[in-house]
């Protein structure tokens, strides 16, 4: 009898993510929105895989997050789940979902669970979320939070500028990370604050903390997967580090592919039955 066994990786919860914070190990976050571009990020190995609102922007041409509704994020993360082995998929609630009314908060994120076969859901906020969290959570769905620069909250904030720069916001986003821990997150997004004070909460922390625009000191690290292949080239933030630059390969492919059609060159004999 053959002793082969198939090596099937392990897949990455939520007790993975607090053993690597308490082992100093660094997560590895990316967003994904498609079945395609899950399974090549999976492969790659990365933890955890977020299925961001940012959909809104970068798979329909929104200038916010805030018109994405719940049906369109809960078909992203159906597609992201299916090419998902390894990682642990997060999904956001989006905008108006999770605000105010708990019962709503509470539905919604079940719905995301149970339509989608994601793992987690993400919420934007600090206190005024707590109630909704708390639902949530006592429902046994996990929640990560989020703190900082909150893209669903642009309109009041007034742009997409460095948050908890003077210490009154930096003492509200400490605070806000505590109440998210003791609330029973199993992580944190810090967004677009300074180094030092992510730092500081990660390290006030026992639940692990993401960075994106919150310098080294964090637990993890995320960015958006078309940002970060060079694939929406008038996006460069200062936090914005690119590994590839498909926007110019995957143009200069379909320029070549258009050249062969028109010339004739393509489909050869090799090409056709």
């Known amino acids: 009898m053959s002793t082969n066994t198939i090596d099937i990786p392990k897949k990455v919860t939520t007790s993975t993510v607090a053993r690597m914070k308490r082992d100093g190990e660094k997560i590895a976050m990316i967003t994904a929105y498609d079945y395609t571009m899950a399974t090549l990020v999976d492969k790659a190995g990365i933890d955890l895989i977020l299925v961001g609102d940012s959909a809104a922007n970068v798979m329909a041409g929104h200038a916010t997050t805030l018109p994405i509704t719940l049906d369109q994020m809960i078909y992203h993360a159906q597609c992201v789940s299916r090419g998902a082995s390894r990682a642990m998929v997060i999904v956001d609630m989006p905008f108006g979902?999770?605000?105010?009314?708990?019962?709503?908060?509470?539905?919604?994120?079940?719905?995301?669970?149970?339509?989608?076969?994601?793992?987690?859901?993400?919420?934007?906020g600090g206190e005024p979320m707590i109630p909704s969290i708390k639902k949530i959570i006592g429902a046994g769905i996990p929640v990560m939070g989020h703190l900082g620069l909150t893209p669903q909250a642009v309109n009041q904030l007034g742009g997409y500028g460095l948050r908890a720069k003077a210490k009154e916001e930096?003492?509200?986003?400490?605070?806000?990370?505590?109440?998210?821990?003791?609330?029973?997150?199993?992580?944190?997004?810090?967004?677009?604050?300074?180094?030092?004070?992510?730092?500081?909460?990660?390290?006030?922390?026992?639940?692990?903390?993401?960075?994106?625009?919150?310098?080294?000191?964090?637990?993890?690290?995320?960015?958006?997967?078309?940002?970060?292949?060079g694939m929406n080239e008038g996006f460069k933030p200062k936090f914005l580090r690119t590994y590839a630059s498909l926007a110019d390969t995957i143009t200069?492919?379909?320029g070549n592919y258009i050249s062969d059609v028109r010339s004739g060159n393509f489909p050869s004999e090799t090409e056709s039955y």
């Open 97 to 124: 979902t999770c605000d105010g009314d708990e019962l709503t908060a509470l539905h919604s994120a079940v719905r995301i669970l149970k339509e989608s076969g994601a793992a987690a859901v993400k919420i934007e």
């Open 170 to 229: 930096a003492d509200q986003l400490m605070k806000d990370a505590l109440l998210l821990q003791e609330a029973g997150c199993f992580g944190v997004v810090l967004e677009k604050v300074p180094a030092q004070l992510a730092k500081e909460v990660s390290e006030a922390l026992t639940i692990p903390t993401i960075g994106i625009g919150a310098g080294n000191g964090c637990d993890g690290q995320v960015l958006v997967l078309q940002d970060m292949l």
């Open 252 to 254: 200069s492919a379909v």
